[in-house]
């Protein structure tokens, strides 16, 4: 049975990408895979009033169980109301490599879903992203498209390296396929090894410095396409104190560098508008299971060493929207005033 989002009560991203340009901010993606991570998200995001996107890869939403995964958007929904808070967010599909995943979380409740299509040649690319776009605009639900490829490793998503966008691709893509969003490949990488230690310098104090993100890509797709939403994904910092907290219990995580926060922070003053952060979010929650289980090792109910992992996630999210991508306070601006409270029975 097919359900819309907007039975859900969620909104899909358009008018999020539109102030979040005006206002020089980007608003927060965050994938989830369990309901832990999903309280963080949206507690995190209520309490720095921020607007976000709620997201799952292929792999997550397998993981979660699709029929749940409709529900526990619905609960989170229901949750923010009880809590007279003014946010709201998307349900995203990320990575989606086929017409008929696409398909099935629109037909799910999905209000937004990516088809990437970077692995194959341009015109294949072109064709499958308008298919996607045609379905998903009938639902009013927003597509994102991809051009460039980013290398690492998320979930099913795997490439031995970057290939940077071209600039001149961009503006035939986005009118030859009617896609609402674009991730760009300016440097950004998939998961906790974003770049080998060769391709980085070191500071002082020895610690890995990876190249810097290619703004002048960035420049040019902002002048070829004027006004056009743009997405960053593979964009986790990978917190050192997250990785040195998962070594010093017992962990192994060795020269895992990220993207610096001052990087983020300068794109989302551009046309970005969307950033993606997954890796950052599982080291957090890492972090916290391990240093727990190290403290206390008879420890055996997982709500002891969960809920401080839940805490500390709900701390690293109210980080990134605050001094990180700008979009904490930005509810009211998008979504109005909070409502009183109408929450189902």
């Known amino acids: 049975m097919s359900v819309s989002y907007k039975d859900l009560g969620i909104v899909n991203t358009r008018e999020m990408f539109k102030k979040a340009m005006e ?5 927060p993606a965050y994938n989830f895979n369990n309901l832990e991570q999903l309280q963080a998200i949206v507690l995190g995001c209520v309490e720095s009033e921020s607007p976000f996107i709620l997201q799952v890869s292929s792999g997550a939403r397998k993981y979660a169980n699709q029929t749940l995964l409709r529900y526990l958007a619905q609960g989170a929904r229901e949750l923010i109301q009880s809590m007279d808070s003014n946010v709201n967010f998307a349900l995203h599909l990320d ?3 086929t017409f008929e995943l696409c398909k099935s979380c629109v037909d799910s409740g999905f209000s937004s879903v990516m088809i990437d299509g970077s692995h194959h040649p341009m015109d294949k690319n072109i064709e499958l992203t308008a298919q996607v776009v045609e379905f998903a605009h009938e ?11 980013l290398a690492g490793i998320e979930d099913d998503v795997v490439a ?10 961009v503006e035939n893509f986005v009118k030859s396929t009617g896609v609402d969003s674009l991730a760009i490949s300016i440097g950004t990488s998939h998961g906790a090894y974003k770049f080998k230690p060769a391709q980085c310098t070191r500071d002082d ?4 410095v990876p190249p810097p993100l290619r703004f002048d890509i960035l420049e040019e797709i902002e002048q070829r396409i004027p006004g056009f939403p743009i997405v960053l994904h593979g964009a986790s910092s990978v917190i050192p104190k997250y990785v040195e907290m998962i070594n010093s219990h017992g962990g192994k995580l060795d020269d895992a560098v990220g993207i610096p926060e001052e990087q983020l922070r300068k794109a989302a003053r551009s046309a970005v508008c969307k950033v993606n952060i997954d890796s950052d979010g599982r ?3 890492t972090a916290a299971v391990r240093r727990v289980l190290t403290e206390k090792p008879g420890e055996f109910d997982p709500r002891k060493y969960l809920g401080p992992a839940r805490d500390e996630l709900k701390s690293l999210i109210i980080h990134k929207n605050k001094e990180v991508l700008g979009s904490a306070g930005r509810a009211t601006e998008i ?3 909070a409502r009183a409270a109408e929450v189902t029975a």
Do not use: C
Not at 23 to 27: L, W
Not at 139 to 149: A, I, K, M, R, T
Not at 160 to 169: G, L, N
């Open 23 to 27: 206002g020089q901010y980007a608003i």
């Open 95 to 97: 990575h989606g490599d």
């Open 139 to 149: 639902h009013d639900v927003s597509v994102e498209g991809e051009l460039g490829v």
């Open 160 to 169: 031995a390296k970057s290939v940077y966008t071209q600039p001149e691709d």
């Open 205 to 208: 104090k020895g610690v890995l």
């Open 283 to 285: 080291l957090a929650v």
């Open 335 to 337: 979504f109005g005033e």
